[in-house]
């Protein structure tokens, strides 16, 4: 028979698999009788663990959740996903770095050595985004204040700072910078919070820096949820930072046969289609957010193409080429 304080392990890790247990399934599935699941049962519950009983032809037991956190048990893929995570916890903005790198070392003294050994060899660089400043650290505070009013479908009220100071001739600057939404969802894009909201006095979607912004309490009456056009927060939120006013794909979009193997060309284009045409050509259909820019991602490869189309496409092209002439001799003549 197993020494007690494996088999309470073994206990505790079946009741996290699933929700329910009747004590006749605990007895069989550890080969003990039920009397022993009883008296595992309560010493389980003086060590802070928050199992529930529940009334039935054989009686159950249910693992719930408590007011205090007990001791955790965790497989070892489990132990190895919960270390990655942590090293990866710094850059996300919240300001839990250190609170993170103390959880981590925390974690670590109490594995085994094998998983030690594991966590060791997996040295993760986490490296914040260029975009991502000290000013753009977001309170973990604001992230579960905004989590509990999506939750809870409460309307918001809040102070943001715009991206530019407003201008003096701004005369409504103040009202600029409260607003009233219907929050959503959180996102993290590019290594910023943002805020999806149904914003009630511009009576349009928009997204919100967590950074620039100042809960007010209370907060407002509970509203129904609206539906997301196209039914998809990533496919809504990607449209609109790519400068879509909806959840559709790129506003520009065109293709071209470059002179690059597509073995080369496709590791740099997550979101375009390449498709080889030999040895050394491929065709490119990319999509960007203008023209010109269209037409600057396609001169990143520095190789010959060929321009399929639109026409909007090669009049960018003739633009740009016409600007860096310019650059390059140093004069200014019309196009």
């Given amino acids: 028979m197993q020494k007690t304080s494996s088999r309470l392990l073994a206990l ?9 247990w009747s004590g006749e399934e605990l007895a069989k599935r550890m080969d003990i009788s039920p009397r022993t699941v009883r008296r595992d049962i309560d010493r389980l519950r003086e060590l802070g663990y928050p199992i529930l009983a529940f009334k039935g ?8 959740a408590g007011s205090q956190l007990p001791p955790l048990l965790f497989d070892d893929d489990q132990a190895v996903a919960l270390a990655v995570a942590l090293q990866t916890a710094t850059v996300t903005g919240t300001g839990i770095g250190e609170a993170a790198a103390r959880a981590l070392n925390t974690v670590r003294q109490v594995m085994p050595s094998r998983l030690r050994h594991r966590i ?13 400043h000290p000013g753009a650290q ?11 009013t999506i939750h809870a479908h409460e309307e918001l009220r809040f102070d943001y700072t715009p991206a530019f100071p407003p201008t003096p001739d701004q005369a409504d600057s103040a009202a600029r910078r409260q607003r009233r939404v219907q929050p959503h969802h959180l996102i993290t894009w590019g290594g910023r919070w943002y805020l999806l909201a149904w914003d009630l006095d511009r009576e349009d979607w928009r997204t919100f820096r967590v950074d620039r912004l100042s809960p007010r309490t209370p907060t407002g009456p509970r509203f129904t949820p609206r539906e997301l056009p196209g039914g998809d927060v990533a496919t809504f939120i990607t449209g609109r930072f790519r400068g ?23 590791p740099y284009t997550p979101d375009g289609f390449v498709e080889e045409l030999g040895p050394d050509r491929c065709r490119l259909v990319l999509g960007s957010w203008s023209w010109p820019g269209l037409a600057s ?13 639109p026409p909007e496409l090669k009049d960018a092209l003739a ?15 019309a196009p």
């Fill in 57 to 64: 032809p054989d009686g159950g037991y249910r693992l719930d």
């Fill in 138 to 148: 977001v309170d973990s505070r604001v992230l579960m204040a905004l989590s509990a």
């Fill in 244 to 266: 879509s006013d909806g959840p559709g794909d790129w506003p520009c979009r065109g293709e071209v046969i470059l002179d690059l193997p597509a073995i080369a060309v496709a």
């Fill in 297 to 309: 991602a396609i001169g990143w490869f520095d190789a010959d193409f060929e321009v399929v189309g």
């Fill in 319 to 333: 633009r740009l080429a016409h600007r860096y002439a310019n650059a390059a001799t140093g004069g200014r003549t």
């Fill in 120 to 132: 060791d060899m997996l040295q993760v660089t986490a490296v914040a985004p260029s975009d991502a």
């Fill in 12 to 20: 505790l890790s079946l009741l996290q698999t699933r929700r329910d």
